[in-house]
Structures are given as C-alpha cells and as structure tokens.
C-alpha cells in the first residue's frame, strides 16, 4: 500500500485548479514537462493518486511524481507551486 506523499495543504492547490480548470504546464521529477487543462484527481486500486489533465487526451500524472505546477490560466488564484521545497516555517511554498 502506498501513502500519500504529499501534504494536504498542496493536494489543496491540485483540487483548485481542477475546480477551476486551469490550464497548467507540469515539471515532474524526471524533468518531463507536461501542459493540459487540469480535470479532476483519480485513485487507483492500490491508493495511487493521480492528477487527470486533458491535453488532446486524458493523461494520469501521478502525483508522487510532481515536483512544479505553474498555472497559465490568466487571473487564477495562484500561479506557481512546488512539490519539492520543504516549506518554511510549515507554510506552503505558492504564489
């Protein structure tokens, strides 16, 4: 069984940009860039969590494997978020 790698509070930031269907360019941490319209957040049988983005076609991006998130969206809520910074003081890194 696998865990959640990561914290609530960007799991958060996932869910917002598939509520408001933005438009985002993703740096996974193979440095794989992907950009496509953020749908919805998936859970497989064995508890993997995976963000739904629509490029042409329906992509799983596994969410373990995300080190960035920029919105290209204009206007969203915010615009850049790392998976792979250690927060300082508890605080998420976004803006």
């Known amino acids: 069984m696998s865990e959640n790698i990561i ?3 960007l ?3 996932i869910e917002v940009a598939c509520l408001y269907g933005y438009e985002v360019k993703l740096k996974l941490k193979d ?3 992907l950009t496509g319209k953020a749908i919805n ?3 497989s ?3 993997r969590e995976f963000l739904i983005i629509d490029n042409g076609q329906k992509q799983q991006v ?4 995300l ?3 920029h919105v290209l969206t204009p206007d969203a809520k915010f615009h850049d ?3 792979v910074d250690m927060p300082v003081n508890g605080q998420v890194r976004a803006h």
Not at 62 to 65: N, R, T
């Open 45 to 47: 049988g064995d508890r």
């Open 81 to 83: 978020v790392s998976f």
């Open 7 to 9: 914290s609530c509070d």
């Open 67 to 69: 080190a960035y998130m």
């Open 62 to 65: 596994d969410l373990a494997q």
């Open 41 to 43: 957040v998936t859970t």
């Open 11 to 13: 799991f958060d930031y």
């Open 31 to 33: 440095d794989q860039v």
